[in-house]
């Protein structure tokens, strides 16, 4: 196979392997040391580019050597990074490719071409060699069949390099810049070659065993976060049957205590009332009838306070409501009127005091209807009054008969006395 043969199969090789690590980087997910292999791959691609299209230049192959050995460079990081040693050193990598390209330059410029080619075989083979033992001194868990891959790729290269290396040391003959002639050069190209598509392939696998263990890693977690769910949905369940029964008491509970106090409220025989704002938010069907009205609803959130009270008690109202209810959390009593639906007055007793009904203050009261008993009380003091001008005509009529009948007694005694004296002549009776 001649020459111009080798350098265009090199290229379609090159080019297809860094296209294929490019089109991967871009659509697949991969890890930062993916990165930097496609980087690798890149530079090497465009160094061989250059020393093909340009060959028997020296600033090309200066140019050409120093991106083939910044993506050595680049591929060796991505070893690095994938085993997990980040704390490799930028600084050793930089001064080494400075002064390898350094030495490569002068070896060029000076045209010692076998030296030039020595030291380009035995860097790359030492690069290649680190890279091996990265691969063999550390298996994490997700190593595989592409760690073997890799690392057999990269011994098989670091060998060729060091035989090329020995070979190019003891052969006298001057080499040529691009290919050397020998014929055994062929096979080490086209073993190049296959090496180069065993790498690509042993590092796409490396970063899809990464993938499968990172995805059985979540699918354990996600498989261990469901078997917890489950747990925790059993013991929400749990705990949501018990609030359910909770629930279930505390309902019966407060529906026996409401319909006590329904039955308690609504069924009382006095007045109760909610007052706030200047309205009756709240009145029991006690207070309803005493007011006259067919349903709480006519007046209850409807009328006014003001306008359930008479003119002349208003002002009175006023105040308390003002100033003596809401400060009255032991509850005052006084008597009031109150105007029924046919506008005639009713009298009451209230007790109130102050509240909170939903979160603003109020005022609950109980109201009596005494109009009975104060009609009951103003019919005893008029029997008292009565009985009392009754006594008084009776003792003057006593005592005017008294006079009269002791009078008249007194004085026949008088005269039978006067009679008994002339008569008989004894003083003693006078």
């Known amino acids: 196979m001649d020459n111009h043969t080798l350098i265009f199969c090199g290229m379609v090789v090159t080019l297809t392997t860094t296209l294929g690590m490019i089109i991967t980087q871009l659509t697949r997910k991969t890890y930062p040391f993916f990165a930097y292999w496609t980087i690798g791959w890149s530079s090497r691609t465009l160094g061989f580019l250059i020393y093909a299209s340009l060959p028997g230049i020296p ?5 050409a050597g120093c991106l083939d050995s ?61 890279g091996v033992a990265i691969l063999l001194s550390r298996h994490p868990p997700y190593a595989g069949v592409g760690d073997v891959l890799l690392a057999g790729s990269l011994g098989v290269w ?37 090496l180069v598509m065993m790498m690509a392939l042993g590092q796409i696998m490396m970063n899809s065993q990464r993938l499968e263990y990172d995805y059985r890693l979540a699918q354990l977690q996600l498989e261990a ?19 359910e029964e909770l629930v279930k008491m505390r309902t019966a509970e407060l529906s026996l205590s409401e ?26 069907e006690a207070l309803c009838q005493m007011l ?8 209850v959130n409807r009328i006014p306070i003001f306008d359930l009270v008479p003119t002349q008690d208003r002002l009175s109202m006023y105040q308390r409501i003002t100033h003596e209810m809401p400060g009255q959390k032991d509850g005052v009593t006084y008597n009031i009127g109150l105007l029924r639906r046919n506008g005639k007055i009713v009298d009451v007793d209230l007790l109130s005091r102050a509240i909170k009904y939903v979160g603003k203050p109020a005022t609950i009261g109980v109201v009596i209807d005494v109009s009975e008993r104060n009609h009951a009380t103003e019919a005893l003091r008029a029997l008292a009054s009565r009985l009392q001008t009754v006594r008084e005509e009776e003792r003057t009529r006593i005592a005017r008969d008294i006079h009269d009948d002791l009078g008249q007694t007194m004085a026949g005694l008088k005269m039978k006395m006067g009679w008994l004296k002339k008569t008989t002549g004894y003083q003693r009776f006078i």
């Open 59 to 63: 600033t090309t192959m200066v140019l």
């Open 225 to 243: 976060e469901l078997i917890q769910r489950k747990e925790n949905e059993l013991e929400l369940k749990s705990h949501r049957n018990q609030l």
């Open 292 to 299: 006259g009205y067919a349903s709480v609803d006519e007046f």
């Open 259 to 284: 319909s006590k106090f329904r039955v308690l409220v609504e069924q009382s025989l006095v007045g109760i009332f909610i007052y706030q704002g200047g309205y009756l938010r709240y009145a029991n």
């Open 158 to 194: 670091a060998i060729l390099d060091l035989t090329r290396g020995i070979f190019t040391w003891r052969y006298s003959q001057p080499i040529m810049d691009y290919l050397p002639s020998h014929p055994l050069m062929s096979i080490y190209v086209i073993t190049t070659l296959l």
């Open 70 to 130: 910044l993506g050595v460079i680049a591929k060796n990081r991505g070893v690095l990074v994938f085993r997990g040693r980040h704390q490799a050193n930028y600084l050793w990598e930089i001064l080494g490719l400075v002064l390898w390209t350094s030495l490569f330059a002068y070896l060029t410029y000076s045209h010692q071409i076998n030296d030039r080619v020595m030291l380009y075989s035995i860097y790359h083979s030492a690069y290649y060699a680190r």
